[in-house]
């Protein structure tokens, strides 16, 4: 075997790009095979532009039945991602050497609501960073019982957060932000965000990334970042923290032009509210999983946006956030956003001293509930609605203790047809809107 070089921190990495004005872009690409998946990381890090490269496991290993990725692997079926624990720490370390050395960092996507062997084997493997959470990757996901992923994250986060041994230490990027793609307002992103940050740094990590993914609205989405990074610096003080951008994560637009048109608004987005990280989706999403050269048009096209956009970007926020004294605030006055995910928080906070038995007990009440979140342990009381200006907000918030709204400002939530509307609200924007005109 080879002798494997330590890859470059994952967080170190993203905040020196940063500090120079670029956005880091990165794919959710996975392979069954080492030699494709080895393909797949270097052409990730030989693309044209500042990319994190993603080892994004297969639905198997997500669950734990790696017998059946085995299976599957050897009667000739494709995975849809890399089965990282059958194919073991040595060969992973040495694949990712071989593709990325240390131009990179390497980042593992699982979706696993109960991932302690994931957690052991990118560790043995010299990796330093993935994503996830107890909340964020159970109820969306699994029918795993919320105390038990609470109990299962809590393991592995306490083993991620001193790294792989070298000194570098963990990183842990919060999937709370992605709840249920468009279907859940911008509040209750930010609150569970906010709160799995909170259950890592209490399970021992310094290191950690909260995430937004792009909904309807585009103003709407500009005020929850601002209001997340906000947040925390009001509740993570003293942390390595980052935000982390998705671009649209429902129904994706079919055309070609509607699926460029989502994709850099999404990156405006990014640049707009100062985040450090960009995770893309290609032209084909709507359809088929991507090929490789696929992902790296994708990340060459984000970088390449980011580039013309961004000087346009820095001019706009120094211009229009300023206080009543002429000073400059980047938060701006308190939105309704942040007022209502600044409530949730605290509610939470009072309810347990431990920060995952608050989760559990604010689920099982109803003080947090997910609308259209069909797992054991949530309320399901809640539901959503578009408002005439085409921002997402509630229509009904259940036992959730957020203020009441005005028969005038409260819209009614509708049935199946309406909630089939809601789902493809981007897609059918998109597909009909004119394409925007090319920055110069």
Known sequence: MTTSPAPTAFSAYVAEHHAQGRLVVQPRMGFGTIPRMRDGLRAVAGARADTVATLTLDSYTRVGDHAAAD???RDGHDLNGYPLVLHGAADTRDM?????????????????????????????????ATEGGPVSYCLPYSRVPLAKAVEAWAECCEILAPGPGDGRPGHLESFAGCMLGQLCPPSLTVALSVLEGLFFRQHGLRSISLSYAQQVHAG??????????????????????????????????????GAAAISRDSVELAMSAGAHRLIVKTAVESSRIPTVAENVEALELAAEHAARFGQQAARVARTEHRDENGEYDEYGADSETYLEARALIDAVRGLRHDIGDALVTAFRTGVLDLPYCLHPDNAGRTRTAFTPEGRLTWADTGRMPLPPRSARTAPRAGGSAELLRMLGENQRRYDRRPAPPVLR
Do not use: C, N, W
């Open 71 to 73: 299976l599957a692997l």
């Open 96 to 128: 990712v050497a071989e593709a990325v050395g240390t131009r990179v960092p390497v980042q593992v996507r699982h979706g696993s609501a109960q991932p302690l062997k994931i957690f052991r084997t990118l560790l043995d493997a010299g990796l330093d």
């Open 220 to 257: 709407q989405d500009l005020e929850a970042i601002r209001a997340l990074r906000r947040l925390v610096g009001e509740f993570l003080p003293g942390l390595d923290t980052h935000i982390v951008v998705y671009t649209f994560m429902g129904l994706f637009p079919s055309t070609p032009e």
